[in-house]
């Protein structure tokens, strides 16, 4: 059962540079999600995907793209890197349906802006 | 708009202790609420779930929630607490409205409390 999967689970970048987090989900879930993770704010939605070849802003999208490629995969990507966007950055899924079905989380890619 | 509230960041406890970590929530319709868990350097992981019905729900490793709509809010407790309870516990909300009236599917979380638990 692998659930969520990401790739990579640590990175550091430079300033300027870009880089694409990988997200796969097994679960044949409609919806995908990222989060960003910083120290006392909780988790914060950057995109969201609620079907495949669709995609929506969340609370902090800036600096952030993302592509639904097929039901299962969701990447985000970041153009130029700042050191504002070190962060652990979490996946999600959920099936369709009405919204009381809980979100599966992968474990998080850890990634340093230098 | 939605919002989760958790009052207190860090709670420290004795082994065999009472666990009450605090939630409270805002919306103009009662929500869907959850609990996750996150180990160190691991995802999170669903706890517990208040959909409708029972508003004592009972979760896994011995925890439960209780919804109180007057109060508004959705605190974790655990009897007794064990080592293997320290972790972050997040409080989250989800619009109770169904795909089809417009939910966005979205969590809103709270800011999460850290439970250290001492021997």
């Known amino acids: 059962n692998a659930g969520v999967t990401q790739t990579p689970k640590f990175q550091v970048l430079k300033t300027g540079q870009s880089m694409t987090l990988q997200c796969a989900q097994d679960m044949n879930h409609n919806s995908m999600y990222w989060y960003r993770q910083d120290p006392g704010m909780g988790l914060r939605l950057i995109y969201y995907s609620a079907s495949e070849g669709t995609t929506d802003k969340g609370e902090v999208p800036n600096g952030y793209n993302v592509s639904r490629l097929n039901k299962r995969e969701f990447s985000l990507r970041l153009e130029s890197a700042a050191p504002s966007q070190t962060s652990v950055y979490f996946c999600?899924?959920?099936?369709?349906?009405?919204?009381?079905?809980?979100?599966?989380f992968g474990d998080g890619t850890r990634l340093s802006i230098l | 708009a939605q919002s989760v509230t958790q009052l207190g960041s860090h709670v420290s406890v004795s082994e065999g202790a009472l666990v009450l970590l605090r939630c409270n929530y805002s919306s103009s319709v009662p929500p869907y609420l959850f609990w996750y868990v996150q180990y160190p350097n691991q995802g999170l992981q669903l706890l517990l779930k208040?959909?409708?019905?029972?508003?004592l729900v009972k979760g896994i490793n011995g925890f439960e929630a209780e919804f109180k709509k007057s109060e508004t809010s959705f605190h974790l407790t655990k009897p007794s607490a064990h080592m293997s309870d320290a972790a972050e516990y997040f409080c989250?909300?989800?619009?109770?409205?169904?795909?089809?009236?417009?939910?966005?599917?979205?969590?809103?979380f709270g800011t999460g409390t850290l439970l250290a638990v001492q021997p």
């Open positions: 999600a899924s959920r099936p369709e349906g009405v919204s009381n079905q809980p979100q599966h």
């Open positions: 989250a909300v989800s619009d109770r409205r169904g795909v089809y009236g417009g939910a966005t599917n979205k969590l809103i």
């Open positions: 208040y959909t409708t019905g029972a508003t």
